[in-house]
Every structure is written in structure tokens, then in C-alpha cells.
């Protein structure tokens, strides 16, 4: 069965950097496109960023762009998000997503989240 | 950006009640609309995708409807197990694909 494992959980400073990973197995990870998603504290779902299956092409969300890096590594079935310049309102849960095999982009596994608190 | 706005914020219903939940577009997204429900301390799970065709495992139940800006996920009859926050989200014009605030779900 599908499995998306996120790790680099932390509690950094402002202006900080941290790498997320996310691991994934029982599918075909090179043929899906893969995505980033958040959620705040007590907030709602943000899209964050999508990667395509052979990381031709990138696109962000108008609140990461040129702050985080979406890439991966077709070779370990790894997803990753770097994140530089972290600012607190970059605090959530970090989900990393799959799109339904049709390659419409509806997310049907998703991660279990991993934390990242920005504070001072 | 295309803005989705979700209604009620709240809902506090009995077992066996109707739940209807709105999400109205900013702009027509034809049928490109999902609904996902998200339990507390759990991942957002997949309900609805295309306006009306249920994901796999779910409910029947669970249903939706509408097109264009305005959707309906309709829970024919509350469960316990229902309890939770529902999120529409679109993916006809992206980047960014976006969700909408969230609607609460909530037994009496």
C-alpha cells in the first residue's frame, strides 16, 4: 500500500533553514507528479508547492516562492522541501501529497505531517 | 487566484440528521472540485473528487454535487464518526491550487 513518510521536524529560529523529506513506497513514485501542502496551527489547508514526476517543472504558492526549493530523487522514492529565510508564519504541519493516478490534481495519500515551529 | 469560500463555518447536528455543506467558488471552476474530511490529529482524506464521484472506501452516504461556483457535500445521515472539519479544494486554475477554510462538523 501507499506510504508517505515525512521527517525534518524542528524548531528553528527566523531566518533559519530547514530540509524536509518525504519517503515514499508502494506506488510508482517517478511517474506522479508530488506535492507540498501545510496546515497552520488551528488553520487551514495551504498549498505550497507541486513537482513533476521527472522534476522538469516546479510550481509554488505566491508565500514560498523563492524562499523554498521543491525537489526530489527518483533513485530513493524521496521528496523533499528545502525551506530558507523561515519567518514564524511559516510554522504548520508540512504534508507531503500524492494526486489521484489519473494525474488530476486531488490528493488521495497524504503523509502524516511533520512539524515545523519558527519562533525566536 | 481562485477564491473558495466555505459555509457554514460551523454545523451542530443530531445522529441521523442531514449535514449540507456549502463551498462557493470566485470564479467558475466547472467540476473541478474536491472534498476532503480531516479528523482531528489525522491527515486531510479524500472524499469527493470531480463534484460528485466518491473516492475509493467511502460512504455512500457521502455525496456531492454542483458546478461552476457552487458546491454541495451532502452527508445524508450524521455519524458519530463524522465528526470532523471538511475542506473543498479546486484544481481548474492553478497555480495555486487553493481549499477553502473549512466547515466543522459537529454532533449535538
Known amino acids: 500500500q501507499v506510504h508517505l513518510v515525512e521527517s525534518g521536524a524542528g524548531v528553528v529560529r527566523p531566518g533559519s533553514t530547514l530540509r524536509l523529506s518525504c519517503a515514499a513506497s508502494?506506488?510508482?513514485?517517478?511517474?506522479?507528479?508530488m506535492h507540498w501542502v501545510r496546515q497552520g496551527p488551528g488553520k487551514g489547508l495551504e498549498w505550497l508547492a507541486v513537482?513533476?514526476?521527472?522534476?522538469?517543472?516546479?510550481y509554488y504558492a505566491d508565500s514560498v516562492r523563492g524562499r523554498f526549493t521543491v525537489s526530489r530523487d527518483n533513485s530513493k522514492s524521496t521528496l523533499y522541501l528545502q525551506m530558507n529565510s523561515l519567518r514564524p508564519d511559516d510554522t504548520a504541519v508540512y504534508y507531503c501529497v500524492r494526486h489521484l493516478p489519473s494525474g488530476n490534481y486531488y490528493f488521495d495519500f497524504w503523509g502524516q505531517g511533520t512539524l515545523v515551529t519558527v519562533s525566536s | 487566484e481562485i477564491v473558495l469560500t466555505q459555509s457554514p463555518a460551523t454545523l451542530s447536528l443530531s445522529p441521523g440528521e442531514r449535514a449540507t455543506l456549502s463551498c462557493r467558488a470566485s470564479?467558475?471552476?466547472?467540476?473541478?472540485l474536491a472534498w476532503y474530511q480531516q479528523k482531528p490529529g489525522q491527515a486531510p482524506r479524500l472524499l469527493i473528487y470531480?463534484?460528485?464521484t466518491r473516492a475509493t472506501g467511502i460512504p455512500a452516504r457521502f455525496s456531492g454535487s454542483g458546478s461552476g461556483t457552487d458546491f454541495t457535500l451532502t452527508i445524508s445521515s450524521l455519524e458519530p464518526e463524522d465528526v470532523a472539519v471538511y475542506y473543498c479544494?479546486?484544481?481548474?486554475?492553478?497555480?495555486?491550487?487553493?481549499f477553502g477554510g473549512g466547515t466543522k462538523v459537529e454532533i449535538k
Open positions: 470531480d463534484a460528485s
Open positions: 508502494g506506488f510508482n513514485f517517478s511517474s506522479f507528479s
Open positions: 479544494q479546486q484544481r481548474y486554475y492553478w497555480p495555486p491550487l487553493t
Open positions: 470564479q467558475s471552476v466547472t467540476n473541478s
Open positions: 513537482i513533476s514526476h521527472d522534476d522538469g517543472k516546479k
